[in-house]
Every structure is written in C-alpha cells, then in structure tokens.
C-alpha cells in the first residue's frame, strides 16, 4: 500500500503506520524521525532544521523535499510505503504530486484521522521518547510506561519529553497545523483521494483503511 496519513500531531499516525507496516510490509517514512535521527547526528542537515523544530516551526520545503526523494527511491519502499507527517502544507503537496510522477508512483490514498483536542493535549504532553536516535521508542507515562522509570525497556537510554511536546509547544503545533496542514483535506478530496475517519482507536483507523483498499 501506498498512503499518506494526515491528522494533527498526536492523532495516532505513527501508530497506525506501524501496525500497517506489519501487515504487508509497506515502510512507515517518517520525516520527524528522520530529521530527529539527523539532528541527534549533528549532520547538516540536523543542524539546519534543529532550530525550526525546537521552537515547533514547520523545516523549509527545500529541506524536506530533498529528504523525501532520497528517501523514496531507496528499495525497501518498493513494496509500499506510509508518509507520517508529510506533506505538510498545499504547496508540498503539490511538490510531493509532481515527485511521484517524476518517480512513476502511485499513490492509494490519504487518510485523515480526525481526533478531538482534548484528546491530543493528554496524549502528547504525557508522551516520552527514547533519547537514542537509532532507537526512538515511544512511551506514555499513563498508558504504556518503560518498565523501569526514565529508562528505555528496548535499548537501555533515557527516555524523555521532547521539547515539542510541553503543553506552549503542543499548542503552537496545533495551530500551525490547523493553518498550514489541516487544509490538506480538502487538497486531497478534490484529488478523488482522501479517506476521512474519526477515531480515536488505532484499530478503527486501521479497519477503516482496509475496508477502504479492499472496495
């Protein structure tokens, strides 16, 4: 499958693309983790975004578009893949449509999976994250913590909260995402393309995608 999962930060679009991922081996391409991974690195390319992330801005097009057709021509994308967090804005739609046919890919469809703010704010400022760039792992101190506290059950670092997840982050995140992303929507429902589903359930979203890729 070939998709691109839409929906504010912490409505569930990592954990929906890893559970997809499991079922036909489809690659979750996300550009946070990606840029995360580079900054933790010090690369160039981490350095140049680091300062956009932190204060919870969208990184430049340039940057990410570059990221994005690297990332698309690697082999294991063959099979499928899943675009968490991207694209983020009309215009890197319009850059991602031109790529893909550049590319000779076709996309299934993009799923918007709409989850109430109230629900997001807990999600997320109750969020951690393994601190280790080759690892990521998330957690959540209500409902799924590391076994033993501030440690990583899978690779032994600390976990934290990232900066873009305090409560002043979460809420300028937000808005930048209702102003610069939530109008994808209607980007990709004149595409023919968009699949919407309110669910707070990964397994719904999930179901929901299924049912849409089997019709």
Do not use: W
């Not at 912490?10 to 991974?37: F, N, Y």
């Not at 000779?104 to 997320?124: H, N, Q, T, W, Y």
């Amino acid at each position: 499958m070939k998709l691109i999962l839409l929906g504010a930060p912490g409505a569930g679009k990592g954990t929906v693309a890893k559970r997809l991922t499991q079922l036909d081996g489809s690659v979750q391409i996300s550009t946070g983790d990606i840029l995360r991974g580079a900054v933790q690195a010090g690369t160039e390319l981490g350095k140049q975004a680091e300062a956009y992330m932190k204060r919870g801005d969208l990184v430049p097009d340039a940057l990410i578009l570059g990221i994005m057709e690297k990332r698309l021509q690697e082999p294991d994308c063959k099979q499928g893949f899943l675009l968490d967090g991207f694209p983020r804005t009309i215009p890197q739609a319009e850059a991602l449509k031109g790529l893909l046919v550049r590319l000779g890919i076709k996309l299934d469809m993009a799923v918007s999976i709409d989850v109430p703010r109230d629900v997001i704010l807990d999600r997320l400022t109750t969020r951690r994250t393994c601190s280790n760039a080759q690892c990521q792992a998330i957690y959540n101190v209500k409902s799924n913590p590391p076994k033993q506290t501030g440690v990583c059950d899978k690779c032994g670092s600390p976990v934290v909260q990232r900066e873009d997840e305090t409560e002043a982050a979460i809420s300028h995140r937000l808005e930048t995402y209702n102003q610069k992303t939530a109008p994808l929507i209607g980007f990709y429902e004149k595409e023919g393309m968009l699949l919407n589903v309110n669910a707070t359930s990964s397994d719904a979203v999930i179901a929901a995608i299924q049912k849409k890729l089997a019709s």
